[in-house]
C-alpha cells in the first residue's frame, strides 16, 4: 500500500485500511506511511487496559503521548497533562528508538524543577509550572522548540516503526 492508497481508504475504514493486527499494521513498507502506522498501533494500544500493556508498548504509548502534547502545547503542556511518571517511561523509550537528542531535551526540561523532575499527585505540576522563574519558563519553551524540530528532523515516527518491527513481538494488540 502506498500513500495514495491509505488515503483513498482511510474515510471509509480509519487505521483498519491498514490492518487489525500487528503484523498486517507493520508489513507497509511505504516510508509516507510511517506516520500513520504509528498512529494505527498508538490508537490502538490506547484502547487497552493501561495495566496490561507490555514495556514495548507502555514505551510506544509515553513518546507517542509526548510528542503529541510537546507538538500541541510545549513542554509545560506535557508535564501539566500527563500521568506522574510518563516522563520516565518516554525518555526510556526515545532512548531505546535511538533518539537520543530528543531524549536530552527531555532532560533538560527536568532542570527547570526544584527537585530535577516534575512532582507528583494531581495538579501538583501545575502549580509548580505557575511558580517558575521568567528563566525557567524560557528554558521550557527552547526546549519544547528544539524537541519539535528534531522531531520532525530525525522522523521520530520512523524511528518508533522500526522500534516496532524490532519488538512486534512485544506488542498485543486488541
Not at 28 to 33: F, K
Not at 61 to 84: E, K, T
Not at 108 to 118: D, W
Request: net charge negative.
Amino acid at each position: 500500500m502506498n500513500l495514495e492508497e491509505y488515503n483513498e481508504g482511510y474515510g471509509q475504514h480509519g487505521y483498519a485500511v491498514l490492518g487489525k493486527t500487528v503484523d498486517e499494521i507493520l508489513s507497509h513498507e511505504d516510508p509516507e506511511l510511517s506516520d500513520h502506522i504509528y498512529d494505527a498501533i498508538c490508537q490502538r494500544i490506547l484502547d487497552k487496559d493501561f495495566e496490561s500493556l507490555t514495556e514495548t508498548e507502555h514505551q510506544l504509548r509515553a513518546v507517542y503521548l509526548l510528542s503529541s502534547l510537546v507538538g500541541n502545547g510545549g513542554f509545560s503542556m506535557y508535564f501539566s497533562n500527563s500521568d506522574d511518571d510518563a516522563w520516565v517511561t518516554a525518555l526510556a523509550g526515545l532512548k531505546e528508538m535511538g533518539a537520543d537528542d530528543m531524549a536530552a531535551v527531555l532532560e533538560r526540561t527536568l532542570a527547570v524543577f526544584p527537585r530535577g523532575m516534575p512532582p507528583k499527585g494531581p495538579g501538583e505540576c501545575e502549580l509548580e509550572l505557575g511558580q517558575l522563574e521568567t528563566e525557567s519558563l524560557v528554558i521550557l519553551d527552547e526546549c519544547s522548540q528544539r524537541f519539535c524540530e528534531l522531531e520532525r528532523d530525525l522522523g521520530i515516527n520512523k524511528l518508533a516503526v522500526a522500534y516496532a518491527r524490532k519488538r512486534k513481538a512485544d506488542i498485543i494488540l486488541p
